[in-house]
């Protein structure tokens, strides 16, 4: 799932559960500027106005369709290896958010993270958040920045945001059911751990022995 580059920081406090960190619109606008200035020239020139928000065609309604059937692909494999590449297809999916922006955003956001910048990591993050407010990975990645700062109750927030935008993203469902045990919610975590088996069977999240422990924790052992 590639959670663990979030993980692996330097510590730096967490503000109060009570306050939600957010950006404003000038402080997003400013960070795009510097950003995008910063980028590469395209050969093409600038992109076309108006290019965030490209209504829906039917490529994209075509794109969903393929979603589907990875989704597919995945809960019917047999071995690790197809059910890697299925698994990959949907997450390179889910790293797209149909703005050249937050990508980029989002992008800069992951090298802070990498260099120990985590308030400069959740600054971008949350400006990609204002540039595309639909995208699922976004706050599935300031949740595992507020993870590796021990912001649980944040963490908790974003990563149930995620899974309502988008009710299969597998590295939410892994985290959270992770996240609700390490809390003794063990009920709670053993329904995503059971709905995450189901759409991805070959998940190293649901293997047998984790899944048969919280089963017993949760249901006991039948006599």
């Known amino acids: 799932m590639r959670l663990v580059s979030f993980f692996s920081l330097r510590h730096r406090p967490a503000t109060p559960p009570s306050v939600t960190p957010k950006v404003h619109a000038a402080t997003a606008i400013a960070l795009c500027a510097v950003l ?91 400006a990609a958040i204002v540039v595309a407010p639909q995208w699922p990975n976004a706050r599935f990645h300031r949740a595992m920045i507020h993870l590796s700062e021990h912001a649980i109750d944040r963490a908790l927030a974003d990563l149930t945001t995620t899974l309502t935008m988008e009710p299969r993203h597998l590295a939410a469902m892994s985290a959270l059911a992770s996240l609700l045990d390490t809390a003794g919610r063990k009920p709670e975590a053993l329904k995503w751990l059971r709905r995450l088996a189901r759409l991805d069977p070959m998940n190293p999240a649901v293997a047998a022995d984790r899944m048969e422990k919280l089963t017993i924790d949760v249901e006991g052992r039948e006599l």
Do not use: C, K, M, Q
């Open 36 to 126: 995008l200035g910063s980028a590469p020239a395209s050969a093409e020139g600038p992109p076309p106005p108006h290019s965030e928000a490209a209504p829906e065609t039917p490529a994209a309604r075509s794109g969903e369709r393929s979603l589907d059937f990875y989704f597919a692909a995945l809960a019917a494999s047999r071995d690790t290896a197809s059910a890697a590449r299925a698994r990959g297809r949907i997450e390179a999916h889910w790293n797209r958010s149909g703005s050249d922006t937050a990508d980029l955003l989002a992008a800069r956001a992951a090298v802070a993270v990498h260099a120990g910048e985590r308030a400069l990591a959740l600054d971008l993050v949350d």
